[in-house]
């Protein structure tokens, strides 16, 4: 490993003055208002926000998405047309309408939630659907980007992602526009979890999901 | 190879000068350009303890560039424990050959990528496509340079300098769509139509990186269309290149860097998708390519290493006048604006010794940097570096020569300046570069005055003889109009 | 107090009467000032770019002229940011150090040092927008800057301009862009140079003021020459004149 040596060696050569690594303090953000933070950040990112859960939520999808054939269930709480164990291939999700997954985090100060190959099963069926609904606990809302990193998903998971609304882009003229290449909605629903569902406050470790490391 | 120099000041000229803009082009460049700098500072107003991030970002990076041997084997390590496949490459080609290697190994045709600055700087695109890889880039404002055959004007949005109407049109000739349509909604939609089937059945994606995390062994991609994801998790195959300098401790520092980097960018608290892989898609293959080109040269350099702390946010260039005015071609760079100013001369000292000229050093860009790269005061050292190694202009050259004689001999400087039009030349700003009389092409010169301060100095206030051209008038000129 | 006065080599050559301002402005603040007759210049346009070996005679004549004085002041942002931050083609000597330290631009002085509270003698019934260097901000720290907007609001040529009777000091948009002068940039990249300068005119005046007021003539010179190119109806004054009074 000719190259590896040679770049490891010329980066001991004469490396920068030597720097402590800094602690980072705990920032707070937001604090005790969470809901309403996080209400107020994903509005600013173009999401939506449902913050009293819909008593039969099928009929709200159906009522929210009346257009909508395919949808991708990965939680208890629904039947949808599909689950994400039915695609053999991950291209498939291409024509789900609706995914409906739980995110086990949710971020005040940025609006956004967390999703891992744990809730997805198949990655793909957050990015290529066209519509995402998110179940998240009020009470798994932290304040800052400091404090959603001390989740054990970031230290555990394959595929981790904070999505903070809906796909988009301002690459022409600058004009933000939606969506890009992802979901063109993306809506979060505050509830906790039911009983014998899959709660995002259960402790990783000992998961029987495909592609964990 | 006899590379001819990049004059940015002329491709600048090109740049204002353009009879096939609108007139209003420049101004509407200038000005989207510049809501990114306002929005960035909205940004950084709403968190209290912004300068504190700054300087936190900037400690954590220095911290990790002078122990970047040992944040490297531990990314490694970490890396290969999750099932991920790390390459080193020493240089571009290298690197521009492990992926062909991947790729052929896997006998692949068709790839799709998302944006990555790296590539850019490898030519990677162009290594594969000769080899008969089709190569698709999924970030729309990549895309739309692929499809023009130009190079990115801006680190984040590349086709930035680009009117709606020319996205419009260049689709119309490329996808057939309405050439009448240049809502951005639509061209977005064009995009997505034409480019999911690509994406569906690549096979293989690549993506770059803005974090490596060595502690974890995980690549972070920070963007707003969420291609990186699709490029990552459609395709069985996965491959990130990454250059060296992109390592970081852990995910408490990359905290840090996430509260920062789209805020500084765009004005964004956070982009649609921070996205952390850490191990390969079930079933599927991920290889991490480790990137030196330059990198570990530079981090030796005892001035210039501080630029290895950058970020890619694009904040120095949403702020720099000199960047808004010229856009971002004129540098005939990878990396264009301030930071492009302190990089590319690394990369070939000849080809961009003009660049640090191409600055009036106003500061701005330091102080906008999310990791405190001192910009401004680098690119003033790389102007002596260019003095000192002789990529000087022969008339640049001799004009210094006539300025220190003069200036550091005051009887030569009163005799030189107490004589009217002699005054115009004697400063180097006055001084005849390569263009006669540059000054005053678009602006009046000074009038001239009746007598020098020197001059009314000795005949109203000094002792002795005052010389023979003094007067006792007060000096005037034109300046209170 | 004993002050020495520093006219820089183009305040020298083009706008003499700003020299003469600041010397009768410090006179009428009970300052004895002694002007060094062999000054030249600072150094700045060769250090600037990047000629430090062309640039180490006119610093070390600079430091030979200056080095015997406590208070060394000059109307120029640029200049005493170059001399007090990058002195460097000059050999490092404790006279060189002591230059360095004792350098004030004039406004950093009438704040800092003379802590002065009015200026009964000046009246200026004029609207003006002031233009305060890049050198003035962010080299020598005379105002809060655009970058830093958690940062308290302050600015030491403005608490100045506000003391002077029936003086009304407009604000504009972009308030700390540049001007586009930055020395030999101005000559080597003119087309941008007078883009900016042009662009920073417009803005300037936006709100009616028809006086540009600066610590810094070698904006003000730069803007000048844009403004009479476009045939634009401007007054440029440096804010010493404005101080010391007779300018109106």
Redesign the interface.
């Known amino acids: 490993m000719a190259a590896r040596e040679e770049i490891l060696t010329a980066v001991r050569q004469h490396p920068p003055p030597s720097r402590d690594l800094p602690q980072v303090p705990a920032f707070q953000g937001a604090g005790d208002r969470l809901v309403d933070e996080f209400v107020a950040a994903l509005e600013l990112i173009e999401g939506d926000c449902v913050v009293q859960p819909p008593s039969d939520l099928q009929s709200w999808l159906s009522e929210r998405f009346p257009e909508a054939k395919r949808i991708c269930s990965a939680v208890a709480e629904l039947e949808g047309t599909v689950t994400p164990e039915d695609f053999a291939d991950w291209n498939e999700p291409a024509d789900v309408d609706v995914t409906v997954v739980r995110s086990p985090l949710g971020v005040a100060e940025t609006g956004s939630i967390l999703v891992t190959e744990r809730e997805l099963r198949v990655n793909t069926i957050a990015t290529l659907a066209q519509h995402l609904v998110v179940l998240l606990d009020p009470a798994d809302l932290v304040p800052t980007i400091h404090q959603a990193y001390a989740h054990p998903s970031f230290q555990k998971a394959a595929y981790a992602v904070l999505l903070s609304g809906p796909s988009g882009t301002a690459d022409i003229g600058g004009v933000p526009v939606h969506p890009a290449q992802g979901a063109t909605t993306l809506t979060v629903i505050l509830s906790p979890p039911t009983d014998g569902g899959q709660g995002g406050t259960e402790a990783p470790g000992g998961s029987t999901n495909a592609g964990d490391p | 190879m006899n590379v001819k120099p990049v004059d ?2 002329r491709n ?2 090109a740049f ?2 353009d009879k096939d803009q609108t007139a209003s082009f ?1 101004n509407l460049f ?1 000005e989207g350009i ?1 809501a990114l700098r306002e929005r960035r ?2 940004a ?2 709403e ?2 303890e ?2 504190q991030l700054r300087d936190l970002a900037s400690q954590i990076k220095e911290h990790t560039l002078s122990n970047l041997g040992d944040y490297l084997e531990l990314f490694e390590a970490n890396a290969r424990r999750n099932g991920v496949h790390v390459h080193w490459a020493r240089d571009g080609h290298e690197h521009n050959q492990i992926v062909l290697d991947i790729l052929a190994s896997h006998g692949v045709k068709q790839l799709v990528k998302s944006k990555s600055m790296l590539t850019e700087e490898c030519d990677t695109r162009a290594f594969l496509g000769r080899r008969g890889i089709e190569v698709t880039e999924t970030d729309l404002g990549e895309r739309i340079q692929q499809l023009d055959h130009q190079p990115p004007a801006h680190i984040i949005g590349p086709a930035a300098q680009k009117m709606p109407q020319d996205v419009a049109d260049l689709f119309h000739r490329v996808y057939g769509s309405d050439p009448q349509n240049a809502e951005p909604v639509y061209l977005a939609h064009v995009m997505r139509e034409h480019t999911r089937p690509v994406i569906l059945e690549a096979g293989a994606g690549m993506t770059g990186g803005n974090f490596a995390v060595a502690q974890t062994g995980a690549i972070v991609t920070v963007t707003e269309e969420g291609n990186a994801d699709l490029s990552a998790n459609v395709p069985k195959l996965r491959i990130c290149s990454v250059g060296i300098e992109k390592v970081i401790p852990g995910v408490e520092e990359l905290a840090v860097f996430i509260r920062l980097l789209a805020r500084s960018a765009l004005g964004m608290r956070i982009t649609q998708y921070t996205s952390h892989f850490a191990a390969p898609r079930a079933g599927g293959e991920m290889h991490i390519v480790l990137v030196d080109n330059g990198r570990s040269q530079r981090l030796s350099d005892e001035r210039f290493w501080p630029s290895l702390k950058c970020i890619r946010c694009g904040a120095c260039m949403n ?1 720099c ?2 960047y808004r ?2 856009g971002g071609l004129s540098y005939g760079a990878t990396y264009m604006g301030p930071i492009g100013i302190i990089m590319m001369p690394s990369y070939d000292l000849h080809r961009y010794h003009e660049l ?9 860009c ?3 940097c999310p990791v405190e790269i001192d910009i401004h005061e680098q690119i ?1 050292d ?7 190694k002789g990529e ?1 202009s022969v008339t ?1 050259k001799a004009a ?2 006539v ?2 004689a ?5 009887k030569a ?1 009163r005799a030189a ?1 107490e004589v009217g039009e002699t ?1 115009m030349r ?6 005849i ?1 390569n ?1 006669l009389n ?2 005053g ?7 001239p ?1 009746t ?8 005949r109203n ?2 002792d002795g003889v005052p010389p023979a051209d003094a007067s006792s008038e ?4 034109e ?3 | 107090m004993r002050v020495a006065l520093v ?1 820089p ?12 301002a600041t010397l009768e402005l410090l006179e009428k603040l009970g300052v004895e000032v002694e ?1 060094p ?5 600072c ?1 700045q ?2 250090a ?8 180490r ?2 610093e ?2 600079f430091v030979r002229n200056f080095a015997g004085y406590e208070h060394i002041v000059a109307p120029s942002g640029s200049c005493v940011h170059h001399i007090r931050n ?1 002195f460097t083609a000059a050999e490092d000597t404790p006279e060189r150090r002591h230059v360095s330290e004792h350098v004030w631009d004039l406004p950093e002085f009438l704040c800092d040092v003379l802590k002065v509270q009015e200026f009964p003698w000046a009246e200026f019934p004029h609207e003006v927008a002031l233009h305060v260097s ?1 050198s003035a ?3 020598l720290n005379q105002q809060t ?6 940062d308290a609001w302050f600015s030491k040529p403005r608490s100045l301009l506000e003391k002077v009777k029936g003086i009304s000091i407009l604000d504009y948009e ?1 308030r ?3 001007c ?18 042009n ?1 920073k005119l417009e803005r300037l005046g936006a709100n009616g003021a028809r006086y540009i007021v600066s610590g810094d003539m070698s904006c ?3 803007l ?3 403004a ?2 476009n045939r634009e ?6 804010i010493a ?1 404005v101080l010391n009074g007779g ?1 109106a």
Request: include cysteine; aromatic fraction near 12%; hydrophobic fraction near 35%.
């Open positions: 940015q000041a600048a000229l204002l000068e420049h200038d510049w500072d909205a950084a107003r968190v209290p912004w300068e702020t006048p000199v005015r010229s640090p000229f191409s600055s009036t050093i106003n500061g701005s330091s102080n906008v003033y790389w102007r002596e570096e260019m003095s000192a000087y640049k210094m020569r300025a220190d003069v200036l550091s001999n005051p400087y300046s005054a004697v400063l180097p700003h006055f001084a570069y263009r540059a000054w092409r678009r602006r009046d010169v000074p009038s005055v007598q020098t301060f020197h001059q009314w100095w000795a206030r000094g007060r000096p005037s000129s300046t209170s109009g | 006219v080599c183009y305040v020298d050559m083009f706008f003499p009467e700003v020299g003469v002007y007759f062999d000054q030249t210049c150094g346009p060769m600037n770019s990047g000629a430090a070996k062309q640039a005679a006119t070390e004549l990058k890049c901000i962010r080299g800057m655009s970058e830093r907007p958690n972009r700390d862009e540049c586009g002068f930055g020395g030999t940039f101005a000559v080597t990249e003119e087309a941008v140079s007078a883009a900016m300068g662009d003000l010179m730069h000048q020459g844009c009479h190119r109806d401007f007054h440029f004054l440096h004149q300018a």
